[in-house]
């Protein structure tokens, strides 16, 4: 008798069920012994670990007194955050506002929470400029060794991650290193680059760079300048004639001049800031650095002596430790205590 169709057919499914099953329970015990996947890294928060540390130890003894000795924990506290580089008159004020919101008697989570918030009101909201010209032109400057033409490399590379077409112009001329560093950062980002020869005049450098951004219809143009000593006025002409150059050939640019400061400088940065936006009308700072200091409270300071809108932070060498600027997270990068991540990500 002749096996029926139904029995051949039953047959030659047993193997493929048979291999199913096994798929199935690789899979299980793929999943049973695959380790849990590594909470993302909090850059920011990275960045601030060494300022976040040193204002732990001297936060937590003036808040830990708390209620019974609130008066002593705030005295404390202004120690504490004038020790961060936050300054002197701005320490100050922002204790005053404290020990207006808590009164006379709070525990120390409710100081650091006031606190918290004061600093974020202080900082402002600040949001990244989207270009709405074509070309959009900034200007970036700084005095040397604060990191400007690779956080122009980075701003390229931003901007280029957008959709938007680039252009670089080597104005710093006096550096070699700089042009050629510019070049790498350049081809990095996929942008284009306007250089001369070391030691062209730089206004002529910048004359090229726009006359090519207008014929290339190009979205952002990021121009490089050569580090200047804040305190010496012949350079500080030779910026304003960079600008002229700038204005003339795009009416309406500059768009943006941001002033690079390096966190580790303290309260150095402020006096270059007053004088640069005094020569050239900054309209923006990026701070950066900000992970080799413990002195990152600077940039409150910054933000409250000076007016001036944090526009990015450098927290790290990668491209995408160029951060834009928000008040929120930062004060809360820098006050709250270290825990677990996951712990963190329950009440964020």
């Known amino acids: 008798m002749e096996p029926s169709w139904i029995a051949v057919a039953g047959a030659a499914l047993v193997p493929l069920g048979?291999?199913?099953?096994y798929l199935r329970a690789?899979?299980?015990r793929a999943a049973h012994v695959a380790p849990p996947a590594a909470p993302p890294v909090d850059r920011l928060r990275q960045g601030l670990l060494s300022t976040r540390r040193r204002l732990a130890a001297e936060l937590e003894a003036a808040l830990g007194r708390g209620a019974t000795e609130p008066s002593r924990a705030l005295g404390a506290l202004e120690e504490a955050l004038v020790a961060a580089d936050v300054g002197v008159r701005?320490?100050?004020?922002?204790?005053?506002?404290?020990?207006?919101?808590?009164g006379r008697t709070a525990s120390g989570a409710e100081i650091r929470q006031a606190l918290q918030e004061e600093v974020e009101a202080v900082l402002g909201v600040v949001a990244e400029p989207t270009p709405t010209a074509c070309p959009w032109v900034v200007l970036v400057t700084g005095v040397n060794g604060v990191g400007k033409t690779t956080t122009i490399g980075k701003l390229a590379a931003r901007h280029a991650a957008a959709g938007r077409s680039?252009?670089?112009?080597?104005?710093?001329t006096f550096r070699a290193a700089a042009i050629d560093q510019l070049a790498v950062w350049a081809a990095r980002a996929g942008a284009e680059l306007v250089r001369q020869a070391p030691g062209a005049n730089p206004s002529a450098v910048v004359f090229d760079g726009m006359k090519a951004a207008?014929?290339?219809a190009v979205d952002v143009v990021l121009v490089d300048t050569a580090g200047r000593l804040h305190t010496r006025t012949n350079l500080m002409e030779e910026l304003r004639k960079t600008q002229r150059v700038i204005a003339r050939e795009v009416p309406g640019a500059p768009h943006?001049?941001?002033?690079?400061?390096?966190?580790?400088?303290g309260q150095n940065a402020i006096a270059q800031a007053r004088t640069f936006t005094e020569a050239l009308g900054v309209t923006g700072i990026i701070l950066t650095k900000l992970d080799g200091?413990?002195?990152?409270?600077v940039a409150i300071a910054i933000r409250e002596q000076t007016g001036l809108p944090i526009r990015y932070l450098g927290v790290g060498e990668g491209t995408e430790d160029l951060r834009p600027f928000e008040a929120h997270q930062f004060a809360r990068a820098l006050l709250e205590p270290d825990v677990p991540a996951a712990e963190r990500a329950r009440f964020a």
């Open 214 to 216: 207008l014929a290339r």
């Open 26 to 28: 690789r899979r299980r």
């Open 166 to 172: 680039v252009l670089l112009v080597a104005g710093d």
């Open 293 to 297: 200091t413990a002195r990152g409270g």
């Open 256 to 265: 943006e001049t941001l002033l690079v400061l390096d966190a580790t400088t």
């Open 90 to 102: 701005t320490s100050a004020e922002l204790v005053a506002r404290v020990r207006t919101r808590v």
């Open 18 to 21: 048979l291999v199913v099953a």
